[in-house]
C-alpha cells in the first residue's frame, strides 16, 4: 500500500505543469485587421465620459446643474485620463441637452463707449448676444451720414442767404453807429482813427489833425476846453465800442442759433432712427443722447473736408480726445453670436492679461495715449454666461492671477486693468478706469 501512494503522488507531480501550459503559437496576440471599423485612428472620437468614474460623472452633472453663484467645479486625477476632452464634452452635451428642453440661456455682447463726462472712465453697455456688432455698425453709419448730410446742409442757398443777411445787418449797424460817432466827434473838433492798438481821439485845425507845435501854442483856457471836448468824444467812442461789441455778438448768437437750427432738423432723423431700435435699453439711449449733443456742439468738425489741414479740437470737445470723431467708434468689447447658447473658453495659458483682459496703449507726440478703443477683454468675461476651463496648476503659477480670480469671482464683476499696475501698484499711473462688467462664469 505505501508504494503505491507514493505512485500516485509522482503522478500528480508530472502532470501540474501541463495544466498551465500555454502553446507557443499562443505566446502572441495578432489582430486581424478586419475586425476594426476604422481605416486610421483619426477617426476615433474620443471618449465622452470617465472611463470607470461613473461617481466622478455624476458629480460633474450636479456642478454644471446648480446655476448659482460660487457653484465651481475643481476636476483632478491622474495625468493622461483625459479630463480636459472629457469635461469639454460634458459642457457641449449639457449645452445641447438644455436647448432640447427649452432651458436656453440668454448671452450678451458688451459694448466700450466715450464717457461724455468723464472721458477717462469708459462705459460699458449691454446688448443682446449678436447685437454689439450690429451696434457699431449702426453708429458708425451715423457719422457718415452726419458728414454728408450737415455738409449739405450748411452748403445749402437758403442757410448761406440768410447767414448772410445775418452779417450784412450787422455791418450796416455797426457802420451807421460809427457814422454817427464820427459826426459827433468832427462836431466838436475831433476824428477818430482805427488802429490794432485800438481807438484814437485826435484833435482837428483846420480839418487836419493837430500838430504837437500847435498844442504847445495854445493858451490854458483853450486847452482845458480841448480836453473837455476830448473826454465827451472819448466817452461817445466808449458807447460805441460797447455797442459795437453788442451788435457783433447779437451777430454770432443768431448765427450759432440759426446753425442749431440747421444741425437739430439735419441730425434729427438719424438718431431717431437708431434711438427706435434700442428704445427699451437706458444705457444705450443715454449713449446716443450724449453723442448727439456733442455733435450739436462741435459741427466744425463735421464740415471739415478731407485734405484741409486739421484744426485745434474745439473748446467744447471733451478732454482726451485727440480724434474729434473718437466718440462714434464703438468698441465691441465681447462678441456672442450665439444668443441662446452659452460660451465656452479653454483657457490653457492663464497669465493676468489673457484672464482678465488689458489695456492698449500707442505713441503719440513722445508720450502713450490710450482710449476705449484699445480695451481688450479676457477670457473671464469671454466666457461670462457660460464655462470657463483653465488648469489649476498653470493658474496658481502666474503672479497675481489666483488671487485676482477669487477677487473677481466674489464681486461678480470685472474690467480691464494695466497687468504692471494690478500686481505692482501705484508703480504704473492708471490712464484710464473702465467701468466693471458683470460677469456670471462657471469655473471649471
Known sequence: MPPARASRKKTNRASAPDAFEVA????????????LKFSCTDEIKPPTSFVGQERAAAALEVGLGVARPGFNIFVTGQTGTGRAPVVMAHLRESIEQRKK?????????????????????????RLDGGEGSVFAGRVAEILETLIRDLRNAFQDETYQAESKRLVEEANGKRQEIMSQTERFAFERGFAIQMSPVGVSVVPLTDGKPMEQSQFLTLSAEKREDLDRRRQEVADRVEQTMAKVHSIEHDRQRAARELAQRVAENTIRFPFEAIASHYKNNEAVNAFLEGLREYTLNN?????????????????????????????FRVNVFV????????????????????????????????????????????????????????????????????EALKRALRGGQVRPEDPSEAVMPGLVPQSLRPEPIPIDTKVI
Open 24 to 35: 507557443s503559437p499562443d505566446l502572441r496576440w495578432r489582430c486581424d485587421p478586419k475586425r
Open 101 to 125: 428642453a427649452g432651458k436656453r440661456g440668454r448671452t450678451a455682447d458688451w459694448c466700450y463707449v466715450f464717457n461724455f463726462e468723464k472721458p477717462d472712465q469708459p462705459n460699458a453697455l
Open 299 to 327: 459741427i466744425p468738425v463735421f464740415l471739415q473736408e478731407k485734405g484741409e489741414p486739421e484744426e485745434p479740437v474745439p473748446p467744447q470737445a471733451p478732454r482726451l480726445v485727440q480724434d474729434p470723431t473718437l466718440p
Open 335 to 402: 462678441s456672442n453670436p450665439d444668443a441662446n447658447g452659452a460660451p465656452i473658453v479653454e483657457e490653457t495659458n492663464p497669465t493676468y492679461t489673457n484672464m482678465f483682459g488689458h489695456i492698449e496703449r500707442r505713441p503719440y507726440l513722445g508720450t502713450y495715449v490710450t482710449d476705449h478703443t484699445m480695451l481688450r477683454p479676457g477670457a473671464i468675461v469671454r466666457a461670462s454666461g457660460g464655462y470657463l476651463v483653465v488648469y489649476a496648476r498653470d493658474t496658481l503659477r502666474q503672479p497675481g492671477v489666483w
